[in-house]
């Protein structure tokens, strides 16, 4: 199953990160083995074991909501943390980030679902956020660009939509803040249900659990 995802992600260049929330070590090592070294988790106390108990040329990917007082067990070893979703935690992050002597990559999570369920900025919040004098002064994150989840429906034509809205958010992100920063280039959107959609719609990044590693308890 790895192969065949990797072979279609490989024309457009996607990155996979293989979500192994719940899922033990030993399954982590057999996709490893195989090559694979981007991994999700979307708890903290989940990444940090599994961090401890891996090789340390794993990227590990935060991908669940972040609580800010939780930032600082992550801080020293994370890839990217996918799931901004406030200044504060943002603050939490540059301020964690320091004192590891880090910069840290961060996405910012949209709300695109319709599911009031889901965490995530509005477009407001996020301009906001980018404009404030407190953000002005991090100099320990590094934004690589956004994030989102579909609403979890069979109809194509809503799950579409959600991903070209975030594709918009990040479009006009880059023109109006990003510009000049090379980095700023991820669109992390597509799990098992949805990613050749996501991948159509433009997405760097698609986030695969089930398909990969079986059903979640
Ligand atoms: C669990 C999870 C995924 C993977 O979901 P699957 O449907 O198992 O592929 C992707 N993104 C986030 C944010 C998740 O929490």
Redesign the pocket.
């Known amino acids: 199953m790895l192969l065949k995802i990797l072979n279609e992600l490989q024309a457009t260049s996607t990155t996979l ?1 293989a ?1 192994s ?1 719940t899922k033990p070590v030993a399954q982590i090592l057999e996709l490893y083995a195989q090559g694979q070294r981007h991994f ?1 988790e ?1 708890k903290v106390q989940e990444v940090v074991e599994k961090y401890e108990a891996l090789p340390k040329d794993i990227h590990w990917h935060l ?2 909501h972040l609580q800010s007082n939780k930032v600082k067990y992550v801080a020293s070893f994370v890839h990217l943390i ?2 901004v979703d406030s200044l504060k935690l943002l603050e939490a992050i540059d301020k964690q980030a320091a004192k590891n002597q880090r910069v840290v990559n961060c996405l910012l999570q949209f709300k695109i679902a319709a599911e009031d369920t889901k965490y995530g900025l509005t477009w407001e919040e996020a301009v906001s956020m980018l404009k404030s004098e407190t953000y002005s002064t991090f100099h320990h994150v590094n934004i690589c660009g956004v ?1 989102g ?1 579909a609403t979890n429906t069979a109809d194509e034509v809503t799950i579409r939509s959600e991903f070209r809205n975030l594709r918009g958010y990040f479009d006009a992100l880059k023109r109006d803040f990003f510009a000049q920063q090379s980095d700023f280039k991820e669109i992390s959107m597509g ?3 949805d ?1 050749l959609l996501a991948i159509e719609e433009g997405s760097t990044m698609v ?7 079986g ?2 308890a």
Do not use: A, P
Request: aromatic share 8%; charged share 15%; hydrophobic share 40%.
């Open positions: 990160v979500v929330k999700g979307n991908i669940g996918h799931s994030m989840m799990m098992s249900g990613y986030r695969i659990g089930s398909l990969l590693f059903e979640r």
